[in-house]
């Protein structure tokens, strides 16, 4: 499995922008698809999460400004963000809870991360 993450980039402090994030590849299931993001000096956090129910989870600094969506068919998983602040600033990582099939366990396959930079 291959993800591919996209969008991002320098967006003004109070402004909006939008990840995206594609699944490739074949014989697996994908269970979760998420956000998690890295600042300078700081360890990777998650950000946002939506199950393969539609169950979403937010770090509580973003609960209220950023929103996690998925399309099932094309295996995407999107991440709206808006009000944005200088503390976003990060590398945001697309990941994927999957299982493959004939297997039971869970394994995560991560993208390559993408650069939000918020100028206040």
């Known amino acids: 499995v291959q993800l591919q993450a996209s969008g991002g980039g320098l967006v003004q402090a109070g402004e909006s922008t939008l990840l995206s994030c594609a699944a490739s590849?074949?014989?697996?299931?994908?269970?979760?698809m998420g956000w998690y993001r890295q600042a300078p000096d700081n360890k990777r956090e998650l950000v946002a999460s939506?199950?393969?129910?539609?169950?979403?989870d937010y770090e509580d600094s973003v609960r209220a400004r950023f929103t996690i969506s998925r399309d099932y068919a094309k295996r995407m998983v999107y991440l709206r963000m808006d009000s944005l602040k200088p503390e976003d600033i990060a590398v945001y990582y697309c990941n994927a809870e999957i299982t493959k099939w004939g297997r039971t366990n869970h394994i995560h396959a991560w993208g390559q991360g993408t650069l939000v930079t918020v100028s206040s």
């Open positions: 590849g074949t014989g697996f299931t994908i269970k979760v």
């Open positions: 939506i199950t393969d129910i539609g169950t979403t």
